[in-house]
C-alpha cells in the first residue's frame, strides 16, 4: 500500500505515513475516498506497548531511572563545581557568554571570534559569510529534524510490531 498524500510505500497494515505524518484513515475519510481498500489497525496506548513487551522491561527500567537521576546530578555537580572551584567556572561561564556574542555577529555577517572577557568582531559586514553561517544552521536544522522524524518512525515501528 501507498501513503495516498505523498506515494511513500507503506506497509499493508501502516495506520500513519513517516514521511508526511498523516493518518491514513482520516485522509482518506476527509478526501471521501473509501476505507475498504485499506485497513487501518487500532493504535497502541504507549503504556500498552510497553506492558506487552517483557523483553524490553529492563531497558525501560534502566532508561527511566537514567532520565529520573540526571539532572538532580547535574546540579549536584554544578553546585560542588561552583562550590570547590568558582573562579573555573566563571572563566568557563565567560567563554560561553562570549561565544554568545560571536554567533550574533556571525548571523549578522561579521566576522567575530570569541576570546577571554572580549569577542574580537570584524568592523566590515560579509555577505558570504552571513550566508555561509545560514547554510550551515539550515543544514544541522535539518539533520536534526530528520534525527527527530527517524526516532519517531522507529519508536511507532516499534508499537506496530508489538500490536502484531
Known amino acids: 500500500m501507498d501513503c495516498p498524500k505523498c506515494s511513500f510505500p507503506l506497509d499493508s497494515d501502516a495506520g500513519e505515513c513517516p514521511r508526511c505524518g498523516i493518518v491514513v484513515g482520516k485522509f482518506l475519510r476527509a478526501h ?6 485499506v485497513e487501518v489497525p487500532p493504535l497502541l496506548h504507549p503504556i500498552h506497548a510497553v506492558a506487552t513487551a517483557p523483553d524490553n522491561e529492563s531497558a525501560a527500567r534502566s532508561e527511566r531511572t537514567t532520565r529520573a537521576v540526571a539532572l538532580p546530578l547535574a546540579l549536584l555537580f554544578a553546585w560542588l563545581a561552583v562550590k570547590g572551584s568558582p573562579g573555573a567556572v566563571r572563566m568557563l561561564g565567560m567563554w ?6 560571536a554567533v550574533a555577529a556571525w548571523l549578522c555577517g561579521y566576522l567575530a571570534w570569541p576570546g577571554p572577557w572580549i569577542s574580537l568582531v570584524n568592523r566590515y559586514r560579509q555577505l558570504a559569510h552571513a550566508c555561509l553561517t545560514l547554510v550551515v544552521v ?4 535539518a539533520i536534526y529534524s530528520e534525527t527527530l522524524a527517524l526516532q519517531r518512525f522507529n519508536q511507532s515501528s516499534f508499537c506496530a510490531r508489538i500490536g502484531e
Open 32 to 37: 471521501g475516498q473509501s476505507l475498504e481498500a
Open 96 to 101: 560561553v557568554h562570549e561565544s554568545g556574542h
Open 138 to 141: 539550515v543544514y544541522v536544522a
